[in-house]
């Protein structure tokens, strides 16, 4: 997936791993906050804090790595 990003194949990226991509998209989101925030002066507070984040984080994940395996369609067409 990372290859792909690389060389600018965004749908190739998605077919190889789309919960890694878009967790990128968040890690990015969360860079820019804290970025931001450290600019300003300011603290603030983005998703990655939130009391739920972590179980959310973790019950995606879960679901993605029994889905992405399941041996039928339309799940098949998530196997590289």
Request: charged letters at 10%; a positive charge; proline letters at 4%.
């Amino acid at each position: 997936m990372i290859y792909s990003l690389l060389h600018g194949d965004l749908l190739a990226a998605v077919r190889f791993n789309a919960l890694a991509l878009v967790a990128f998209g968040l890690l990015a989101v969360a860079y820019g906050t804290w970025t931001y925030g450290r600019v300003t002066g300011r603290q603030i507070t983005g998703w990655q804090h939130r009391r739920w984040a972590p179980v959310v984080a973790l019950a995606v994940i879960s679901a993605w790595f029994v889905v992405r395996n399941l041996p039928f369609a339309p799940f098949t067409a998530l196997h590289v």
